[in-house]
């Protein structure tokens, strides 16, 4: 296996959320507060849902946003909202690498501190775009590890869906199906398989070609 595929880099970084971004000017708005993006889930056409966490109400500032779509407040702090397609979600160097920072992550006064695992060349890529794109960040760490092909629960589902015939043509289970078996909500599961197949696919990319000439 090549060394790209093997070794990961993965680092701790603040960014500070541009102007427009939903996270960045609430927080900015309420500088003393900490927000807590729980779960992030990147939808089609640049939209997006959160699940959130925050020690004072940004309820106010919220509904007003011109990048929130929907605010549901639930209880104890916790709160959802819907982000439209100019909120901001994960800023575009991150969408065009194709890199998801970790979750939990929080959102202090308009900086962000996000925990991101890739390749080498695509950490130094992502570097290099937030200096072009002009987005104050400051590198917090940085260290290689070993990784992996799959995560433990990612070769744990993957095994369940080859079980089960989900790569299998024509399917033996579809997608809901397959989440009912696994205990798991249908989009939890969907970004579940995206990440093996993507991981499946980025490792065997040069033998695939070596093999289809």
């Not at 889930?41 to 966490?53: E, K």
């Not at 439209?84 to 160097?93: E, K, L, N, T, Y």
């Not at 015939?165 to 579809?174: A, E, H, K, L």
């Amino acid at each position: 296996m090549k060394e790209s595929t093997a070794m990961l880099q993965q680092i701790r970084i603040d960014v500070r959320l541009p102007e427009g971004h939903w996270a960045g000017d609430v927080t900015r708005a309420h500088p003393s507060a900490t927000l807590r993006i729980e779960q992030h889930m990147p939808l089609s056409r640049g939209r997006g849902t959160a699940r959130c966490w925050c020690d004072e109400s940004l309820e106010n500032n919220l509904v007003s946003h011109e990048g929130i779509d929907e605010y549901n407040g639930i209880e104890d702090g916790h709160f959802s909202v819907n982000i439209s397609a100019g909120g901001g979600g994960f800023v575009r160097p991150l969408v065009d690498i194709g890199i998801v920072p970790r979750t939990p992550f929080e959102v202090r006064d308009g900086w962000v501190e996000w925990t991101i695992e890739g390749r080498r060349d695509e950490v130094r890529e992502l570097i290099h775009r937030f200096r072009t794109d002009q987005l104050p960040h400051r590198l917090l760490s940085t260290r290689n590890s070993r990784s992996r092909l799959l995560t433990t629960r990612q070769r744990e589902v993957f095994e369940v869906a080859t079980r089960e015939g989900f790569w299998d043509v024509p399917r033996r289970i579809n997608l809901s199906e397959l989440a009912k078996v696994l205990g798991v909500a249908k989009s939890t599961l969907s970004t579940q398989l995206h990440r093996i197949e993507s991981a499946v696919f980025h490792a065997f990319t040069d033998e695939i070609r070596r093999q289809s000439p």
